[in-house]
């Protein structure tokens, strides 16, 4: 039963967060208002929004390092439109950002399927090149509040059934993905490409199309999370979401998705983001100084992994145990 | 990184079974495309070719090139380090601390150092001791040391240094060569022999080609990779008493984002992330080359951030090349 329980990293990821709430209760109850919780969620929806696409390219064993640089690049396009003609409707604007966010994932994903350059060089590229693009764009100034419309800034925050549309809009987002990862011959291949590349191969499955599939879906969802950011927040400059990138990993690697490819799912990507949330939103109430917030984030992702690599071991003729080990 | 534990080793046919001609080939590609910067820096500005400009031009590169060897080593074993700025960081403010505390230069070089051996070998122990994937621990490990600064510095900086510490960063050795490049050319000369004269630097290969039979032929892999991650460690730290001297202060963003800069570096110096092929000689023309665009586009008053365009476009496109023009070939004799 406890081993089972241990086994399944889903729930034990649902315990963590549960002792984390615990122990912050304990110092500060306050926490785990309902209207709090929905709070926390609300902050970290951008980043579950963004692990989704994240656990899709990883699944096929790539990685998006170039996910925060596509999410400025959508965001400062967006400003830039809404700041150009402030009576753009928003529906167009965002429309506008995810098609960017998935023109600029496709170029990732078109780089890894035609020229099989290694996802990790692509993505370090098109990093650089997305964020240096901003600065041609905007010429280094900051887009701020006040030339945003109203209406541009308002959506993410309007109340919708007591909760802020943005956090509607990730949770439209999660069941999307799940269908997609459920109930589709597409999510299927990701686990497929990612689980043996080259038995999926001989199914009938092409690698490098799910892989660019992969790509396009976290270029669209980066961009869409680019609108949300910079309406959000209510700026938009050439270093939001720096470093962000290395957050979003992190959620895939706290929720169970192997770096490996082929293991994980919706709601471990869910719970990672979730459970970075919530450190990040206690942090503060329980008087621990937020410069700690890095060094805490960095020991729960070794934590992490160090319990996750057990399960993610390949099973497989193994004659020298310790070969596979190191 | 994936790709290095799990598929059957697809063979990189740009190094293997064509041997050292295609690889000088590589290097001579990477030479001509630094002769063309050089060419081009020389024509755009009257200014470039001063010898205290070219000399002072060398900073751009020496630091981040002295972890890119030890980088080189890591990637071409099969794993990656992408704590190293976050090393060079919280070595940085265990200095500034001891200089707080009235340390003298001698004992802060110790510091500086031991700081980055530490942090080396925590990576060292988590990837070999428990086995686990070196890009998801040194992502931990990264925000962990980066953390670790934060804590001490706070929004706090620490100066102060002794001027006797500044030699480090702005000292000159022999008219206009500088410490900093004097030190980098060593290591290039030590890190070349290293990796490609010696059985250590073979068995660095044959890990990074293959793992399981490197073990079975008798190469102690854990061994060798937990001293490369020392080596990274130890490489930060030393970065890390250059650049602090050189800055003279030290914040919780020294060196923020350095780790993508030197895994470029690695990468366009034509080692295969993948792991298994890759020399020096590549690594320094890699870092020659982004050393002068980043000055070239400086003394054009181009933002640093245009220049990151440039090199991410000459990232993808020198590794895309070779292969468009493999494939063209092959079309060809069809």
């Not at chain 2, 050089?38 to 000399?55: I, Q």
Request: charged letters at 10%; hydrophobic letters at 55%; aromatic letters at 10%.
């Amino acid at each position: 039963m406890m081993a089972k329980f241990l086994k399944n990293r889903e729930l034990l990821l649902v315990g963590a967060i549960g002792v984390l709430l615990a122990l912050i209760t304990w110092r500060f109850p306050p926490f785990v208002a309902p209207a709090n919780l929905a709070r926390v969620y609300n902050d970290t929806s951008i980043l579950i929004i963004l692990a989704l696409g994240q656990m899709a390219v990883i699944l096929t064993r790539c990685i998006d390092l170039s996910m925060a640089a596509n999410l400025a690049l959508s965001g400062m396009v967006a400003a830039m439109l809404n700041a150009a003609s402030p009576g753009l409707p928003i529906p167009l604007v965002i429309l506008a950002a995810v098609a960017l966010g998935t023109v600029l994932g496709m170029i990732n994903g078109a780089l890894v399927w035609k020229l099989d350059i290694p996802p990790i060089v692509v993505t370090l590229g098109t990093l650089t090149i997305y964020r240096g693009l901003i600065f041609l764009l905007s010429d280094g100034k900051w887009i701020n509040a006040h030339q945003m419309s109203d209406a541009f800034k308002a959506l993410p925050r309007d109340a919708l059934l007591g909760f802020p549309v943005l956090s509607w809009l990730s949770l439209v987002m999660i069941a999307l993905v799940f269908l997609l990862m459920s109930r589709t011959a597409l999510g299927r291949a990701f686990y497929a490409v990612g689980g043996n590349p080259h038995a999926a191969v001989y199914t009938g499955i092409d690698v490098g199309r799910t892989r660019f599939s992969a790509y396009c879906l976290s270029g669209a969802l980066a961009g869409l999370s680019g609108y949300l950011w910079v309406s959000r927040y209510a700026v938009a400059y050439v270093d939001i979401a720096a470093g962000f990138e290395l957050d979003i990993i992190a959620a895939c690697v706290i929720g169970g998705i192997s770096i490996a490819g082929g293991i994980g799912t919706v709601a471990g990507a869910v719970l990672g983001a979730l459970f970075l949330g919530v450190i990040k939103n206690a942090l503060p109430v329980i008087n621990i100084s937020p410069f700690a917030q890095m060094a805490i984030s960095g020991t729960v992702i070794i934590i992490a992994v160090a319990v996750n690599a057990r399960a993610e071991r390949r099973k497989g003729r193994v004659i020298l145990r310790k070969a596979e080990a190191v | 990184m994936a790709e290095t534990q799990l598929t059957p080793r697809h063979i990189p046919d740009r190094l293997e079974g064509r041997g050292a001609r295609l690889l000088k080939s590589w290097e001579s590609l990477l030479f001509v495309v630094a002769c063309l910067i050089f060419l081009g820096n020389s024509l755009a500005s009257p200014y470039f070719l001063d010898p205290w400009n070219l000399s002072d031009a060398t900073f751009n590169f020496t630091e981040k090139a002295m972890i890119a060897f030890a980088m080189a080593l890591v990637i071409i074993s099969g794993e990656i380090d992408l704590s190293v700025a976050s090393v060079i960081a919280l070595a940085s403010t265990a200095m500034g601390y001891a200089v707080q505390l009235g340390f003298d230069t001698p004992a802060l070089v110790a510091i500086g150092l031991s700081v980055g051996l530490i942090c080396g070998a925590i990576n060292g122990l988590l990837i070999t001791g428990l086995g686990l994937p070196s890009i998801v621990v040194t992502i931990g490990t990264m925000s962990l040391f980066r953390g670790l600064s934060f804590i001490i510095l706070g929004d706090q900086a620490f100066t102060g240094y002794p001027d006797s510490f500044s030699w480090f960063g702005q000292g000159y050795v022999w008219w206009v060569f500088s410490f900093e490049f004097t030190l980098f050319v060593m290591l290039a000369v030590v890190y070349g022999v290293v990796l490609h004269k010696t059985n250590f630097g073979r068995a660095v290969y044959a890990i990074g080609n293959n793992q399981t039979a490197a073990l079975f032929s008798g190469i102690r892999v854990g061994r060798i990779k937990f001293i490369l991650f020392l080596l990274t460690g130890l490489m930060a730290g030393l970065a890390s008493i250059c650049l602090t001297s050189r800055l003279g202060s030290t914040r919780p963003s020294i060196a923020l984002g350095w780790e993508l800069e030197v895994v470029t570096m690695v990468v366009l110096g034509g080692v295969n992330i993948l792991g298994g092929s890759g020399t020096i000689p590549g690594v320094v023309l890699a870092a020659l080359i982004m050393g002068m665009v980043t000055f070239g586009f400086g003394l054009l008053n181009v933002p640093g951030i245009v220049m990151s365009i440039f090199i991410g476009l000459l990232l993808i496109s020198v590794i895309a090349l070779p292969i468009l023009w493999r494939r063209a070939r092959r079309r060809l004799a069809h």
